[in-house]
């Protein structure tokens, strides 16, 4: 049976535009799922409880979870807010951490960015640091605002792999450069998750999970920026994109299938 180009959810942030609450994602997340992974993406809306989990992971055969400006509430993992003026976007935690369960419980792939990879060590029962620049022994992971988009995500910082480790197997180097634009990060790894690289402060930069039927990959840098000019952001998003043609094989879905309406009648 063929089988068509695999599905992947983005996770959309819940903006104001003009007055109105709009579902968003950056392009810069997109354009690399379907040129690199050689994924169609389709941008999930931040519904909350209003969600219908089991038919989004029913029609798609992979997701990403993409990075944003808002912050994962902190009550999320057992802790109060130690910063009032933190970007906060209750919405997609509220659709994000429940579909992130489900999916990995049902090997579907999934791959975090930035938000993402602290959405997903959430979810699993990890915590974070809600001030990596203000917490003892760690480096300042933020960008700087007032500069250029380019000089925001140019390369911050090394990265150095877990000898061994799935990622090292993947990329072939043991150390390479990232950008680094993060106010937060690992505080507690969940159960589960496999550190895969390390920023020289000693910040897990990526994890895998050790236990997913599926490839589970998280990084806190920003990959997809200007991701096909980049050999490790290539690398990232070909498995990612390997995976997900992988899952669409094993579940043997007719393309007709793929993009159905949700709940729709039988013709």
Known sequence: MSHAVPVVAVATDLKQLRGQQVHAVARKYVDPLLEISG??????PAFGTRTPVDDVLASVHGL???GSPSNIEPHHYGE???NPDSPADPDRDA???PLIRAAIARGIPVFGICRGFQEIN????????QQVHRTDGYADHREDESLPLEQQYAPAHEVRAVPGSW??????CSSWQVNSLHGQGIKRLAPGLQPQAFAPDG???AYVHSGSPGLLLAVQWHPEWRAADNPVSRALFQAFGDACRCHAAQRHVAPAQLLRPVHAEAA
Do not use: H
């Open 64 to 66: 990403l979870f993409s």
């Open 80 to 82: 109060s807010l130690d």
């Open 39 to 44: 994924c169609l993406p389709l941008l999930l």
């Open 95 to 97: 659709t994000t951490l």
């Open 167 to 172: 990622l090292e197997r993947l990329l072939g």
């Open 203 to 205: 910040l897990v930069e």
């Open 122 to 129: 959430v979810a699993l029962g990890g915590s974070l640091l």
